[in-house]
């Protein structure tokens, strides 16, 4: 399929290849911890988005993706589209497990 | 701004805090490397794009995330998302040292 590669991006890409590895590891973590905050968000019946949680983050985030060379604004779209994913966790839990969340809804 | 965030939310928090900022500084490597992929690719006139390449990482990427407990639909979207920003930075590299890239467009 693929042509020739040349050495240093067969090379470069090995390097990709295992900070992919680590980041889909972090992830599964990731997950694991906010599956952990769903339960606990619709047991307690919390509302599932927080957006003032949020707004920390994305700062917080910004600043470190600054420091580290990474583009904030990009760091933000990251962060942004892994929320989205664990929000939809965090209904699908809700919905699975007691009356609908309290509280501003998710739009 | 928040109310009071009950004690277990909270522990949640740091750990999701930290995975957050490993993540984001693994962004920070990988856009390293694929900025010298996409340069490489300018001086060899190589296309921003390479769908095989793509899709190997794919295959990977969602085996990993299965056996991570990550699911692989979410992995692949991460990707996605991720390669996105990369052929960006990619076609800005080639437009600023030489020539068009050869090969498939990015679409």
Redesign the interface.
């Known amino acids: 399929?693929?042509t020739e590669v040349?050495a240093?991006?067969a090379d470069?890409?090995r390097?990709?290849?295992n900070?992919?590895?680590?980041?889909?590891?972090?992830?599964?973590?990731?997950?694991?911890?906010?599956q952990?905050?769903g339960v606990?968000?619709a047991r307690?019946n919390?509302a599932p988005a927080?957006p003032?949680?949020e707004?920390s983050?994305i700062a917080?985030?910004r600043a470190?993706?600054h420091e580290?060379?990474?583009?904030p604004v990009?760091?933000e779209?990251?962060?942004g589209?892994v929320i989205a994913?664990v929000i939809h966790h965090h209904e699908r839990i809700a919905s699975a497990t007691t009356s609908p969340p309290a509280g501003p809804g998710v739009g």
């Open positions: 399929m693929s040349p240093e991006l470069l890409r390097s990709i290849d900070i992919d590895a680590a980041i889909i590891h972090m992830l599964a973590e990731r997950f694991r911890c906010t952990q905050v606990l968000k307690q919390l927080d003032a949680r707004e983050q917080r985030l470190l993706a580290a060379g990474l583009d990009f760091a779209k990251f962060l589209f994913e």
